[in-house]
């Protein structure tokens, strides 16, 4: 079952844009990640945020979490053509300390127009 | 290399062949994962390795589907007589450690599977 959801589903913006991509989840989670697949490519992690952080700075990228809503974001600062690619939320789910892997959602499509 | 390596890169069966996929994950890496990426149900988890054993199991799809890893390196994911629903990316990924939301995750570049 998706754990995960982003929204939207797709995204054009021009490049020097800002990007905003959201995720909302079902269970309690660990902690939430977001990764990277560019086309015919492997997923890339991007930034991992903990269930007890509410925001976390990488570089261009800026995820917040709100576990009360369980939803999460991921906004691309300043945007560039490289940055076209596909973005997913990964969640682990609590299962009293099991370890399972990750819950994707079905991601978001960014393209950053030149 | 340093990455997560996966062959073959691309495969075509027919359906009801038994085909293999390979994952060498980083060296060091002692958890292993199985995804699998397909257009209408997106990365759907199927399996973990701590070491050598499978804890968790619980995604596998059907009994034609299973996996082992030796030595606590490589892994292979066997298909048993293939389905064309079989068709689809299949992604593996190590960490450092086991737990899946604690560590990142490196993936590999996938084995595209093509069920005739």
């Known amino acids: 079952s998706q754990q995960g959801e982003e929204d939207p589903q797709a995204l054009s913006i021009q490049e020097g844009e800002n990007a905003t991509m959201n995720c909302s989840y079902k269970?309690?989670?660990?902690?939430l990640q977001w990764y990277r697949q560019n086309s015919g490519r492997g997923l890339v992690h991007l930034i991992l945020?903990?269930?007890?952080?509410r925001e976390k700075h990488s570089g261009r990228l800026r995820v917040t979490l709100d576990t009360s809503k369980k939803s999460s974001s991921l906004l691309i600062t300043a945007s560039r053509a490289a940055d076209t690619a596909s973005y997913f939320c990964?969640?682990?789910?609590?299962?009293?300390?099991?370890?399972?892997?990750?819950?994707f959602g079905k991601g978001t499509h960014l393209i950053i127009q030149p | 290399g340093a990455g997560v390596s996966q062959s073959p890169s691309n495969k075509v069966t027919e359906k009801g062949k038994d085909v293999e996929l390979r994952c060498d994950p980083i060296?060091?890496?002692?958890?292993l994962y199985w995804y699998r990426q397909s257009l209408g149900q997106g990365l759907e988890f199927l399996i973990y390795?701590?070491?050598?054993?499978?804890?968790?199991k619980s995604g596998l799809p059907s009994d034609r589907f299973s996996a082992e890893r030796t030595g606590g390196s490589v892994s292979t994911l066997t298909i048993q007589r293939t389905q064309q629903e079989d068709s689809a990316v299949y992604l593996c990924?190590?960490?450092?450690?086991?737990?899946?939301?604690?560590?990142?995750?490196?993936f590999g570049p996938g084995t595209r599977l093509t069920v005739l």
């Open positions: 990924a190590s960490s450092l450690g086991g737990g899946a939301g604690y560590n990142e995750q490196f």
């Open positions: 269970t309690s989670i660990n902690n």
């Open positions: 945020i903990r269930s007890n952080e």
């Open positions: 990964a969640t682990d789910v609590r299962s009293g300390g099991g370890a399972d892997g990750l819950t």
């Open positions: 060296s060091g890496h002692t958890a």
């Open positions: 390795f701590q070491g050598n054993s499978a804890p968790d």
